[in-house]
């Protein structure tokens, strides 16, 4: 829509990204193809495995070598089933990027459910945000590689939770089914994260 506005305010023909947009905001085609019961949010989809593991691997010598020339153990991503494609089964901020951006229509079937995951501390609320992968995930602040720290996996970051608070108050302002629950989760959301915001500014 960003692409579609500048065209027109260029005089050029945007045509192509209108087109695009279109897509991208079809809430039917969404939930067809993004929707997960399973996980009761939506959710990326292509190859995927949820049984992976890191596990310390020793070189082994060849023969005749000196088993102290080797290199130190090693953390590394081990694949025990091969990924089929799927839908990738966490809830995170990425479950939550149709309401955060505002693609979902406020009366969507779906957007009560999105509400409950976001509001559950079994999940994703914290008294300080939300977190960016549900505390019920196997892979919550779990590392990725041994090099690769658990960013995604559990702690709260702020420019996802500024989306958050822009889209609750936004929907909050629409008329729908869910209108005083988005307005109450606003009001709470941004409580938290400015409590939270001056803690920090305090401490350090």
């Known amino acids: 829509q960003v692409m579609v506005d500048i065209s027109q305010l260029l005089g050029e023909d945007g045509g192509h990204y209108l087109h695009d947009n279109r897509i991208l905001t079809d809430n039917a085609l969404l939930h067809q193809q993004h929707w997960s019961e399973r996980l009761g949010a939506y959710a990326d989809y292509g190859n995927h495995t949820h049984n992976t593991a890191l596990e310390w691997v020793r070189p082994r010598a060849a023969p005749g070598q000196d088993p102290r020339s080797l290199p130190p153990p090693q953390l590394i991503r081990i694949v025990r089933k091969p990924p089929r494609l799927q839908y990738v089964g966490a809830l995170g901020y990425v ?20 509400l409950d ?17 549900s505390k019920s995930s ?27 608070v822009r889209a609750l108050y936004l929907y909050s302002h629409m008329a729908g089914p869910h209108k005083d629950r988005l307005a109450s989760l606003y009001r709470e959301l941004r409580q938290n994260l400015l409590a939270n915001l001056y803690r920090q500014y305090k401490d350090t």
Do not use: C
């Open 138 to 164: 196997p892979l919550y602040l779990q590392r990725n590689t041994e090099h690769d720290a658990p960013y995604w996996r559990g702690p709260v970051w702020i420019n996802m939770n500024y989306l958050a």
């Open 95 to 114: 479950s939550f990027f149709p309401f955060f951006l505002q693609v979902l229509n406020p009366s969507a079937p779906h957007l009560g459910r999105l």
């Open 117 to 133: 995951h976001i509001r559950d501390s079994d999940k994703v609320w914290t008294p300080y945000g939300i977190r960016s992968l």
